[in-house]
């Protein structure tokens, strides 16, 4: 093997040799410069027409091995032209081409496969009229060109040119464009093939300017181009695999094609691109300087990638489709008028779109995240019909620190943030919607949790946490299937706001579902369920305060049929305690249920009858404090259905101080009453183990009542001018008098009682049972049965308050089995009215029947007084020891006479200040007397004194006159013969009977459509 | 026994002169009692249909406050009928001394008088 390889090498280094010593003797004593510059420069003057200056020119071999190649030392082509940049055109260092060495020996024509410019500037310019300096070539030599490659096969190998060191400038005054590339390092490769060109651009090093309009786009950015292409000029085709530019570092790989229809004139494309890690501020150094304007304080970084495809037809009113994939990394952003700086921003971003179609554009947002120093935000989604109305569907979250966002609010707003809130939100919608505010066309929904949140505006404030907002939008409604805008709903561990000095509230545990029609529709109201439910509730005012345990419940709100600005609300509503106060006036109820319907009636003016609630309540252990009663009211529990014009008492208890009060039964005509269509009117069961009657009577007094100024006007007669004595009082306004019991006016309520103990004043009754009429005005105690410690007593009773200083009271008294003495402690009115009773001690019956009119202050007006008394008593005592030894004297009683009356049987009547004792039997001793007189309340008296039946012979009369302290008896002839009997007797019982039934039947059998009671 | 009987015959003449003339002198025209009196404060209204009322303006009551009654005058006897609302009544019975157009003059068995003068 040896022995064959060693005769083979030296074979190989013989020729070699042989190869070298023939080249180098060509090339310095065959092919020198001076044989071949003249050449070369003779080739130039006959192809170009501009002034060319060529320097040294010398083949070489070695540089250009394995070809041989033409070196020029420098190449000057000078082409004036004005305005033009320079005026040379070409100026090159060094010029190394490759030579046809073929054609050189052949035809002694020198021909390039390939050359390479070294250290120069090349000036291309165009002027206003489109014509360049670059048009240097002799015409003829072009057509001769021309003509020779067209009669055959067409194949241009352009070898190989190189570019090293060359600066290059382009100015075109027609199109306003400049450019420069600096320091070209480049390798352009192609071989034309008929229509086809194959090429390839290789630009390595170079900086690159460009201008177009007199903007600078590019200021030396560094430029590396990586470009083979394939030509076809026939179909005006390139096309391109791998290819790679590059500006300042900013690499974009591009593969496809670009064709020229030129039957159309449409640009065929079908591009895939992609680049990596673009860095954002060097884009946007690259941005022209009449836009950084708008970059003026923004500072942004971060890395974008991008690949996608571009394919399809551009022309005038097409443009191809575009799939872009775009990938933000790395980001960061501050802005000087937005001082929260943006950071770790990313973004996976398609943008699938012909520029044209909204039925084929969309871009997805995969993902979009950003943080500021303490929050974050992200969202993704898609945008739809992106050129007309575009359509946005985005899927955000977002983990807020508030105290960052407060910068961004002027201070004029006074508003301070802190906490934190995080959340989700999806929304969908267009911007049509937003420009129309048109909410009900959007999709909205969300949840939001608020921890730790201190919101301050002004001197307003919020506190809250752990607060979470859920909402939908919109809502098909559940609960009101009419409620189908929107659904919240809202849960807080606590929630409080206030402003000081003026509210304060607290929610705790609170949850709220709110689903509702939309609200901004103002030509009706809207359909809206509410529930909720906390754990305590309490608002204060400087002047209220309202504090619930436990409440729960659920509130419907919808129009009313057929009035669709009216609405109407359901509202089921239980509470444990709660307790409100106002004014001095408070509430407390330990447990309140309450199940409502109100209906709105806006073409009633008051506002009472424009709310109609019917439903129930059920409440316990209730207490009310108010300033306008001495003492609270306990209400141990309430249970009622009521509606406008009824209300049902199931069960009504109440407690004041000592008293007690059960009630149950109805009260009608509560909205006619309102309306003032009709009385009040109500039969309640009254049952009541304490009752102190005068506390319930001051809960009463004067319901219904306005000045009766107006009323005693009206009624003045028509001849009261004619009353004119300096003595005569006139009716003044009720103001000036004192507040006595007013009875409600314009009700007609019936309390049938069962009083176990009720006491009035110092007086206790028991067992009271019978019923008590409230009548327009008008107190009736109709046919009361009690009893006292000091007798059994039935009550008729009329109280009537026409105006405060014109009361009425009337009382007919019926007592059986009555302590005389603990009468007159009872009712020690009955001593004015019957002094003489002070006289007897013992039990009787007494029967009275007695009106008056009574002034404010209860004072007895006596020009109004009128009664009728009967007092029947067996074995009295005559107490008044005086009086009574005086009559026995005169009388000459035994001296072993007591003063016990047998019996007693009278009757009085009384008339302003006159009291007439109607003629009535006294039993005493052995004596028989009938007795009668006049008692005046001044005290003074004239009785007359029968004695009808003695011991005596003689029938004897006294008369007895004067005064309790100058009085005399004097003896006279008897007025009243024996067995007297007035015909008077009993007759007032029978009268008081019978007027009594007629007072009982005009109250109670009148028609309801005329409740009116006749004053 | 003459003596006697004058003494009987004059009574029994002098009973009846005195007894023609207490008659006449006790009748009054009821006319002359209808409409309204007063006195002092004190007034009283008497209707030509039994009815009437009375009222003390003293006591800030007014006319149409006053206590109803009935009336009858029969003779010199004026009764006022007076009904509790309810029930009972309260009778009150005057001898009338003097009725005149303007005056009016009653008293009681108890010797009290009572004077009116018409309002007109």
């Not at chain 1, 940049?85 to 046809?100: K, P």
């Not at chain 2, 009653?106 to 009116?116: A, C, I, P």
Request: charged share 20%; hydrophobic share 40%; glycine share 6%.
């Amino acid at each position: 093997m040896k022995k064959i390889l060693k005769p083979i090498l030296i074979t190989i280094f013989s020729l070699l040799f042989l190869l070298i010593a023939t080249v180098s003797f060509a090339l310095w004593f065959v092919f020198t410069p001076e044989r071949i510059s003249p050449v070369i420069r003779n080739q130039a003057d006959k192809l170009l027409t501009s002034q060319t200056e060529i320097g040294r020119v010398e083949l070489t071999f070695f540089s250009t091995f394995p070809n041989f190649g033409l070196r020029v030392d420098s190449i000057l082509l000078i082409n004036p032209f004005e305005n033009a940049q320079s005026d040379t055109l070409l100026s090159i260092g060094r010029f190394t081409g490759v030579v046809d060495m073929a054609a050189l020996i052949r035809r002694n024509e020198i021909m390039l496969s390939g050359f390479k410019l070294e250290n120069g500037n090349i000036n291309a310019f165009f002027n206003a009229d489109g014509i360049s300096n670059l048009d240097i070539m002799v015409n003829d030599t072009l057509d001769q060109v021309t003509e020779q490659k067209e009669a055959t096969d067409l194949f241009v190998d352009l070898g190989k040119v190189e570019l090293k060191n060359v600066n290059i400038t382009y100015v075109d005054d027609l199109l306003e464009m400049k450019g420069a590339l600096k320091n070209v390092d480049a390798r352009i490769t192609g071989t034309i093939k008929n229509n086809d060109v194959s090429s390839s651009l290789n630009l390595t090093k170079s900086t690159v300017s460009f201008e177009y309009g007199g903007e600078k786009y590019l200021d030396n950015a560094f430029v590396i181009i990586d470009f083979p292409a394939q030509v076809n000029l026939g179909n005006q085709k390139i096309n391109f695999q791998d290819a790679l530019l590059s500006i300042n570092g900013m690499d974009i790989a591009l593969s496809g094609f670009v064709e020229m229809d030129t039957m159309s004139g449409d640009i065929i494309t079908d591009l895939d691109y992609n680049f990596q890690s673009w860095p954002i501020n060097g884009l946007l150094a690259m941005v022209p300087p009449s836009y950084q304007s708008y970059l003026v304080g923004i500072e942004v970084d971060g890395l974008l990638s991008s690949m996608g495809k571009i394919a399809g037809i551009y022309n005038d009113s097409v443009m191809p489709l575009m799939d872009l994939q775009l990938l933000f990394d790395q980001g960061t952003f501050t802005y000087a008028e937005y001082p929260i700086p943006l950071k770790d921003m990313s973004a996976d971003v398609k943008i699938y779109t012909d520029l044209t179609n909204d039925s084929l554009s969309y871009v997805t947002i995969h993902s979009f995240k950003t943080q500021t120093p303490k929050s974050s935000f992200a969202t993704r989604g898609d945008v739809k019909n992106l050129f007309n109305d575009m359509k946005i569907s985005l899927d955000s979250d977002a983990d807020l620190v508030l105290d960052e966002f407060n910068m961004l609010i002027p201070d004029s707003l006074k508003v301070i943030m802190k906490g934190r809130l995080n959340g989700k939100v999806q929304s969908d919608f267009a911007m049509s919607h937003i420009d129309a505010m048109a909410i009900e066309k959007m999709k909205l929904s969300g949840n939001l949790l608020a921890r730790n949140m201190d919101v301050t505006y002004d001197s307003i404030w919020l506190k809250t946490h752990n607060t979470r907002l859920n909402f939908n939008l919109p809502f098909k409604g559940v609960n009101n299937p009419l409620a189908n805008f929107a659904k919240s709903e809202v849960t807080t561990e606590y929630l409080e706001a206030g402003k000081p000095g003026d509210y304060y509230a607290l929610l705790q545990n609170a949850q709220f579902l709110l689903e509702t029609s939309d609200a901004r529709d103002t030509t009706r109201i809207p359909d809206l369920f509410c529930s909720f439910s906390l754990e305590s509730l309490l608002a204060e005012t400087d002047s209220m305060f309202v504090s619930v345990l436990n409440p729960k419940g659920n509130l419907t709100l919808a129009p009313v049929a057929g009035r669709p600005l009216e609405p109407q609300i359901h509202l089921v509503y239980n509470s444990d305690e709660l307790m409100a106060g106002m004014a001095g006036d408070s509430v407390s109820v330990k447990r309140l249920a309450t199940n409502t319907n109100i209906i709105n009636d806006q073409s009633q003016t008051d506002i009472f009858l424009q709310w109609l609630a019917r439903g129930f309540i059920d409440m316990e252990e209730g207490v009310i404090t108010t300033t306008a009663l001495n003492l609270p009211i306990q209400i141990p529990a309430i249970k009622m259905d009521f509606e406008p014009e009824r209300l049902d008492i199931h069960d009504g208890r109440m407690i004041i101080d000592k008293s007690d009060f059960e009630l149950s039964g109805y009260i009608k005509n509560l909205l006619s009453y309102a309306r003032g269509d009709s009385i009040l009117k109500g039969e309640l069961q009254f049952n009541s183990k304490i009752t102190d009657v005068m506390q319930l009577m001051d809960l009463t007094s004067g319901i219904g009542y306005e000045d009766s100024t107006e009323v005693a006007d009206n009624k003045m007669p028509a001849d009261e001018t004619e009353i004119s004595s300096p003595e005569e009082k006139t009716v003044a306004s009720d103001t000036t008098y004192s507040d006595p019991y007013m009875v409600p006016k314009g009700i007609d309520i019936v309390l049938n009682t069962n009083v176990k103990s009720a006491s009035l004043g110092v007086d206790t009754a028991t067992n009271i049972i019978g019923a008590l009429r409230i009548n327009d005005g008008i107190l009736l105690l109709d046919d009361i049965n009690f009893a006292t410690e000091a007798a059994r007593m039935n009550i008729t009773a009329m109280y009537r308050t026409p105006r405060k200083n014109h009361l009425f009271l009337g009382l007919d008294y019926h007592m059986y089995d009555i302590e005389i003495e603990r009468l007159l402690q009872m009712i020690p009115d009955i001593d004015t009215l019957m002094p003489m009773l002070r006289s007897f001690r013992g039990k009787g019956e007494f029967h009275l029947a007695i009106q008056t009119n009574l002034d404010s202050t209860y004072n007895i007006k006596q020009s109004t007084l009128l009664g009728a008394s009967s007092i029947t008593g067996q074995n009295l005592v005559l107490m008044d020891g005086e009086t009574f030894s005086e009559i026995a004297k005169t009388l000459r009683f035994s001296k072993r006479a007591e003063n016990v009356v047998d019996s007693l049987s009278a009757e009085f009547t009384i008339f302003r200040k006159e009291i007439d004792i109607y003629p009535f039997l006294i039993v005493m001793d052995r004596y028989k007397a009938i007795v009668a007189g006049r008692h005046n309340f001044d005290l003074t008296f004239n009785y007359h004194i029968s004695v009808v039946d003695s011991p005596l012979p003689v029938k004897l009369g006294l008369d007895i006159k004067g005064d309790l302290d100058d009085w005399t008896v004097r003896p006279v002839m008897p007025k009243y013969a024996q067995f007297y009997r007035p015909a008077s007797r009993r007759a007032v019982e029978n009268r008081q009977l019978e007027l009594r039934r007629l007072i009982r039947e005009t109250l109670i059998n009148r028609p309801d459509t005329d409740d009116q009671i006749p004053e | 026994m003459k003596k006697l009987l004058y003494l009987f015959a004059s009574i029994f003449v002098f009973s009846l002169v005195f007894t023609s003339c207490e008659t006449e002198e006790g009748s009054f025209n009821e006319a002359f009692l209808i409409g309204k009196w007063k006195s002092g404060t004190l007034y009283y209204k008497y209707q030509a249909t039994g009815t009437g009322s009375t009222w003390d303006t003293a006591d800030d009551v007014t006319e149409e406050e006053g206590l109803p009654f009935t009336w009858t005058l029969s003779g010199a006897e004026l009764e006022h009928i007076y009904i509790l609302e309810l029930g009972a009544t309260v009778p009150k019975v005057y001898t009338v001394t003097k009725l005149t157009l303007t005056s009016l003059e009653y008293e009681d068995d108890f010797g009290q008088t009572f004077s009116f003068s018409k309002v007109l």
